[in-house]
């Protein structure tokens, strides 16, 4: 069963433009979260997806947005990039939360976005 | 809100040591609770989990037991090896809380041979 697969892996940017990230979460899994993971704030949630609806969002400016496809995948996007943005991107797909499943996550790799 | 506290690192210990890292949280509901270990360049995987209290979640020798009347989920593995080395996140879900994993800081271990 292939895992969470994130692209690209690693890119550089410079301040005002714009990214696109993806995910293909597990097969089956229709939950995707996203994460900002920096050595000074730790794990950041983003916003959560789940068939195409965004159930949650994080405290982030509306500069970061994503989407969910009807296959499950899902792109976060940010614009106007800032320095501050510098950062891993995590991926995490599961079942969603229900009754009788507690939520785990799968993680992809990430996506290493410098911002110059 | 939700949130959880895990104890600072880095943590430094030699090869075969005891390991502990303490984890607490708060929550509305009746969370499940995780650690999740990071290893070099990877993404997060699950190492253990809980769902109710009194649960303990065991894996590669590693155990913690949700504690509801402390609000805590302490990491522990009797014998650590150099492998072990990576970034450890504590963390919990909670339906209430609107479909979101809340995690820890993550402490860092190292392990000497």
């Known amino acids: 069963k292939a895992g969470v697969t994130q692209t690209p892996r690693y890119l550089i940017k410079t301040r005002g433009q714009q990214v696109t990230l993806s995910c293909s979460p597990i097969?089956?899994?229709?939950?995707v979260s996203w994460y900002q993971q920096t050595p000074g704030q730790g794990l950041q949630f983003l916003f959560e997806?789940?068939?195409?609806?965004?159930?949650n969002k994080g405290n982030f400016p509306g500069r970061f947005s994503g989407r969910q496809f009807s296959n499950s995948r899902s792109e976060m996007n940010v614009s106007t990039l800032e320095l501050g943005d510098s950062a891993l991107y995590l991926c995490?797909?599961?079942?969603?939360?229900?009754?009788?499943?507690?939520?785990?996550?799968?993680f992809g790799e990430g996506s290493r976005l410098t911002v110059l | 809100g939700d949130s959880v506290t895990q104890m600072e690192g880095p943590v430094t210990l030699s090869e075969e040591a005891f390991l502990t890292i303490n984890c607490t949280y708060t929550?509305?509901?009746?969370?499940?609770l995780f650690w999740y270990v990071q290893y070099p360049g990877e993404g997060l995987q699950l190492l253990l989990k809980?769902?109710?209290?009194?649960d303990k979640g065991s894996n590669k020798g590693f155990e913690a037991t949700y504690r509801k009347e402390t609000t805590s989920f302490h990491l522990e593995k009797g014998s650590v090896q150099v492998s072990d080395s990576a970034v450890y996140f504590c963390?919990?879900?909670?339906?209430?809380?609107?479909?979101?994993?809340?995690f820890g800081a993550g402490t860092r271990l190292f392990v000497k041979a």
């Open positions: 995490a797909s599961s079942l969603g939360f229900s009754s009788g499943n507690t939520g785990e996550l799968f």
């Open positions: 097969s089956g899994h229709r939950s």
């Open positions: 997806y789940f068939s195409e609806t965004q159930r």
């Open positions: 929550a509305t509901g009746y969370p499940s």
């Open positions: 809980a769902t109710k209290a009194d």
């Open positions: 963390a919990l879900s909670d339906n209430s809380g609107g479909f979101k994993t809340i």
